[in-house]
Every structure is written in structure tokens, then in C-alpha cells.
């Protein structure tokens, strides 16, 4: 029986010996231990012309940002939501989001983030789960929003549209959504900057306490119908304070980002909503991924740092016009490995365009405002990339893992594959209606993740996938994740996931469903020949060439969905 007081002191003394030189081993606050939209009027006081968004030419400075949420929270009181209640926000990125966003906060309401993807059934679920006293919407989705609203009881809608802020001089190629005029709206359908201006600028009396539950994110749904993870103000503000600066210099007040990844999703929350205002920066906010504003942007604004997927960086290298843009500015590129992952040779090409380097962003989950782990600081000769399938480094300060036995609960020693358990001060505080799903969720303030991994001697974190998708063949075990890792080195291969199905004679097998790059002559016999020289035999999979595979709107892939082709 392991001691988890003399695991946990083992644990940390090998991970402070691993922690890099100039990385701060204890979560750094600028202005205190402060819910995030005080943070905002921080620096709008300070510096209230400062650009807090820069949206395709349309620039919205931090005193301005800081007066529409006011009056967005004043609106929210003016309707009568108060304290606790829920206010749903179903729009794409832009800055009427942000807006949104801080005047939920400020009235001490919760916000609830809805994908503009959602087709009828799922935004039925969301709304039925969470009932919404209101909802905020892009102007497009109210073929969708207003018969639901009216069954479901909802009786404040207030629209907004990309038309409104179409600027006179573009600065960056605009996407068609801009191209689409403003909707007609019905009696019940507010518009949402006319009914902003008509309130007041005050700030709200209401005094946001650091424990109220500030936000209602929902997990991805890839294997089930999406639930509500509840999180406090404090949870936001820990995930920037241990998150931040761990990968940059947050006292930089000239760090401008650039944030595509979806708002509502929880790692464009805190890229978009959280990160810019933690350390009073500019972002620079792109409706949605492309390639070539993407470039544009960078060049244009000096970007300095911007979360991409490997997917986005594999475009980006390969796309006709890199030699058109100087990407130079970058400094920070923390990347994330959901289709294609991360490799030597991505890193070194993208170094080479660049000058700064990929590293992987970290371990996370909804449950746990999703920054649990940094990687940065291990790049120095690939140390990062030498682990097999997933490196994930260390915990961010104040943040605790180990590692379990699935079925007893036991802790294992270090070195051992088991549950990822966690234990943070950004974790959830349960699922949003569901009492009989949380008195199991936690022991004793940890976390158990679902997740397999590994913690090294070094105190190293590798996480390995999702238990109920390791694959047992002949007893052996194999994660998907590795053969997917093994397929992003293959120069043809665009994509891939790999799914297991039943055999008679090994219990399992692996199956790879893959997506080739235009042009390639490759077929399912050479990547199977491939597959034999490069891994065991016991993980070759059997290979399934398609055209795409089925994605969620946060660009992870339905495996249950492919499992249905099986």
C-alpha cells in the first residue's frame, strides 16, 4: 500500500528538480486573486485606448470594451435576470462575444457558451439543460433560436450580426459571413448595439464574489450528449495566473495574440475571453481558421503569440503564398495534436518560417478549464517529442496529478500505466443538474479523468488516451494515439484515427481510418506494407482510405460516428 502524503512529497521534489529555470513555480496574479472582468476594467482605466480587439479593420479599444459590458450587464438587469441565472451566448467569434461575455460576468449571472454549429437537436438539449433567462445571438441562427425559445419559455433574444462592424478599410481578408445583411428582426428579437446604447453605463451594484459560478461550459459530446461543467470566477482567473506564465511573459503588455480556435469552445474561452485580459494585451480575433488571413494577420499586427493545431500548421507550411508574409514576430506557438500531431520535422520547418518553436499546449478537459500541464521549456533537443505516443511535461503550479488503478483506485507507482487523477483549484465543481452524477465524481478533491497515462521518475506526465479506447490485442496493449502519432509522419498521410473492432482471434485489432493528401498514389496495401515497417506487428492496423472523417465543431474527431462504419 502506497502512501499517497510520501507519493504526493516524492512527486513534487522530482518535479521541482525538472522544473525549467525561468518558469514561475507558483501562480502569478498582476493585480490579485480577481474575478476576470475586474481585471478588464483594470487596464481600461489604465489605458483606455489600448486595442483590445482588432477584428478584420474593426478595432475596439479596452474603454470601450469596459463601457458595453456595463451596459450589457445593465440590459441583463433591466430584464430582470439576476444573480445565478443562466444567460445562453450562441454566436461565432467576435467581438459582440466579448461583450457578452463580461456583462454576464459583471451582473453576476452565468454564462453559457452554445456551438453556432448546433443543429436543432443539440441546441434543444443545451437549452433544455441549462434554461437560459436569455439568449445572445448571431443574427443567421434565428430560424433556429426563436421557435425554440418560444417552447422552451425563453422570452429575451437579443441578435447581433457581422454586417454591423464591417469596416470602411479591411485589414484582413473578410469572410463571406460579412457579405450577409443584417436579418429583419421579429417583435420579441432585440439588436444588440441599439439596445446597449439605450442603457446605462454604470457599473453594476452587484458584488461578484470569486467562488460564484461564473461560467457552464459543455464537454464535446464525442461519445455522448454533451454536460455542463460548472466553474467559478476563481477557476478562470487560476487557469490564466498558473497557465500564462508558464509559456510567456505575461508582463508584456504589447504581447498581442491571435485567436482563432471557437469562443464558446473552453480553450478559445481562454484564449479569447481570458488570456488578453489577464495581462491587459491585444488580440487579434479571427472569425474562424484561414490559412491566408492568417497570415495577413501576423505580418499586419506583429503578432507575437497564437495557439494553432498542427492540423492549421501543416496549411500554413504547405500553403502556395508562405513566402509572401513574415511570420517573424511570433515568439510563442504552443500547438495542439488532435488530427495530425506534432513532429521534428513540423517543428523544425516551422522554426525555420518562424523563428520561435512548436510545442505542445498542454493536458486538459472542460472539467478542468482544460490548462492543466505545460510543455514548454523541454524543446532542447526533442526532448519533448522523445516520449511515446503523448508528452504533456509538468503540472502548472499548484496543480497535482497521479496515477491510479482503474478498478480499485489504488495508487501505483511511479512509472505505471493507470487512471490520471487530478486534483486543481480550476477544477469543476460538478455537472450542471446532475446531483447523482457528482457525490461520485470526486475523492477527497480529486479528479478521476477516464484518461490513461503514465508519470515518469522524473515526474513527467504522458498521457496515453482514453481508457475505453486502448485497444487489447493478444493481451498486448495499444493506444490509438501512437499509431495516429506514427501516421503523422507519413508524407501522404493528411489525417487519421484509428478505432478497434472485434476479432475472433486476438480479441481486438486496430483499425486506421485515413485520409490521404491530394495527389498521393498511396493505396491500403502500400501504407499497410508501410504500417510493418515502421511499428509491432500486434499494433499494424487494418487500413479504411476516406475522403474526411466525421469532426466536432472543436475539431476533434467522432470516433463514434466511425464506429457505426465498422
Same mark, same amino acid.
Given at each position: 500500500m502506497i502512501d499517497e502524503h510520501e507519493y504526493l512529497s516524492t512527486l513534487e521534489e522530482a518535479q521541482q528538480r525538472s522544473w525549467p529555470t525561468n518558469t514561475p513555480r507558483s501562480p502569478v496574479y498582476p493585480i490579485g486573486e480577481r474575478p476576470i472582468h475586474e481585471y478588464l476594467s483594470h487596464w481600461a482605466k489604465l489605458d483606455p485606448n489600448k486595442v483590445a480587439v482588432h477584428f478584420y479593420g474593426h478595432e475596439l479599444s479596452y474603454g470601450k470594451l469596459?463601457?458595453?459590458s456595463d451596459q450589457f450587464a445593465?440590459?441583463?438587469? /433591466?430584464?430582470? =435576470?439576476?444573480p445565478g441565472d443562466p444567460v445562453a451566448v450562441f454566436m461565432p467569434n467576435c467581438p459582440q462575444f466579448i461583450i457578452a461575455f463580461m456583462g454576464i460576468l459583471k451582473a453576476g449571472a452565468i454564462y453559457h457558451p452554445v456551438s453556432p454549429l448546433s443543429k436543432h437537436a443539440e441546441l434543444e438539449h443545451q437549452l433544455s439543460d441549462c434554461q437560459p433567462k436569455a439568449i445572445v445571438c448571431f443574427d443567421q441562427l434565428l430560424p433556429l433560436v426563436t421557435p425554440l425559445a418560444k417552447t422552451l419559455e425563453i422570452d429575451h433574444i437579443l441578435a447581433t450580426s457581422f454586417s454591423e462592424l464591417k469596416p470602411q478599410k479591411v485589414t484582413i481578408p473578410l469572410p463571406d459571413l460579412f457579405e450577409l445583411p443584417k436579418c429583419d428582426l421579429a417583435e420579441n428579437v432585440a439588436d444588440f448595439y441599439p439596445t446597449l446604447e439605450s442603457q446605462s453605463s454604470a457599473k453594476v451594484k452587484h458584488k461578484v464574489g470569486l467562488d460564484d459560478v461564473a461560467a457552464v461550459n459543455y464537454t464535446g459530446g464525442t461519445t455522448g450528449l454533451p454536460k455542463g461543467c460548472i466553474h467559478t470566477h476563481r477557476h478562470m482567473i487560476y487557469t490564466c495566473a498558473s497557465y500564462m506564465p508558464a509559456i510567456a511573459d505575461t508582463t508584456d503588455r504589447e504581447l498581442t495574440s491571435l485567436v482563432f480556435l471557437p469562443q464558446f469552445w473552453i480553450a478559445g474561452e481562454d484564449a479569447s475571453l481570458l488570456f488578453p485580459f489577464y495581462n491587459g494585451t491585444s488580440q487579434v480575433l479571427?472569425?474562424? %481558421?484561414?490559412? #491566408?488571413?492568417?497570415?495577413?494577420?501576423?505580418?499586419?499586427?506583429?503578432?507575437?503569440?497564437?495557439? +494553432?493545431?498542427?492540423?492549421s500548421v501543416d496549411e500554413v507550411l504547405n500553403h502556395p503564398k508562405l513566402g509572401d508574409y513574415d511570420l517573424t514576430s511570433l515568439q510563442t506557438t504552443p500547438c495542439v495534436s488532435f488530427i495530425k500531431k506534432l513532429t521534428a520535422e513540423y517543428?523544425?520547418?516551422?522554426?525555420a518560417v518562424s523563428g520561435c518553436q512548436l510545442f505542445e499546449s498542454s493536458f486538459g478537459m472542460t472539467e478542468t478549464n482544460t490548462c492543466d500541464t505545460f510543455t514548454a521549456g523541454f524543446q532542447d533537443n526533442d526532448f519533448d517529442l522523445s516520449f511515446a505516443p503523448s508528452f504533456v511535461g509538468l503540472p502548472v503550479a499548484g496543480t497535482q496529478f497521479k =496515477?491510479?488503478?482503474f478498478e480499485s483506485g489504488k495508487l501505483l507507482p511511479l512509472g505505471s500505466d493507470g487512471e490520471l487523477c487530478l486534483r486543481s483549484p480550476?477544477?469543476? /465543481?460538478?455537472? %450542471?443538474?446532475?446531483? #447523482?452524477?457528482?457525490? #461520485? +465524481?470526486?475523492?477527497n478533491g480529486w479528479f478521476k479523468t477516464g484518461d490513461l497515462? =503514465?508519470?515518469t521518475e522524473e515526474g513527467f506526465i504522458r498521457y496515453l488516451g482514453r481508457r475505453k479506447e486502448m485497444i487489447k490485442v493478444n493481451g498486448m496493449s495499444v493506444f490509438p494515439t501512437e499509431i495516429e502519432t506514427l501516421f503523422g509522419r507519413h508524407p501522404a498521410v493528411l489525417a487519421s484515427a484509428v478505432i478497434p473492432r472485434e476479432d475472433e482471434k486476438t480479441g481486438q485489432k486496430p483499425v486506421?481510418? =485515413?485520409?490521404l493528401r491530394p495527389q498521393s498514389d498511396d493505396t491500403d496495401e502500400t501504407l499497410q506494407a508501410w504500417c510493418k515497417d515502421t511499428m509491432a506487428i500486434y499494433k499494424v492496423p487494418e487500413i479504411r482510405l476516406v475522403d474526411e472523417l466525421p469532426m466536432t465543431a472543436t475539431g476533434k474527431v467522432k470516433k463514434n460516428e466511425l464506429e457505426k462504419q465498422l
Open positions: 469596459d463601457k458595453l445593465n440590459w441583463l438587469t /433591466s430584464i430582470a =435576470v439576476k479571427l472569425c474562424r %481558421w484561414d490559412c #491566408e488571413a492568417f497570415m495577413v494577420a501576423v505580418q499586419k499586427h506583429r503578432v507575437k503569440i497564437t495557439t +494553432l493545431l498542427v492540423d517543428r523544425q520547418r516551422w522554426q =496515477v491510479c488503478d480550476a477544477l469543476f /465543481s460538478g455537472y %450542471w443538474g446532475k446531483p #447523482e452524477m457528482n457525490d #461520485e +465524481l470526486f475523492d497515462g =503514465v508519470i486506421a481510418f =485515413v485520409v
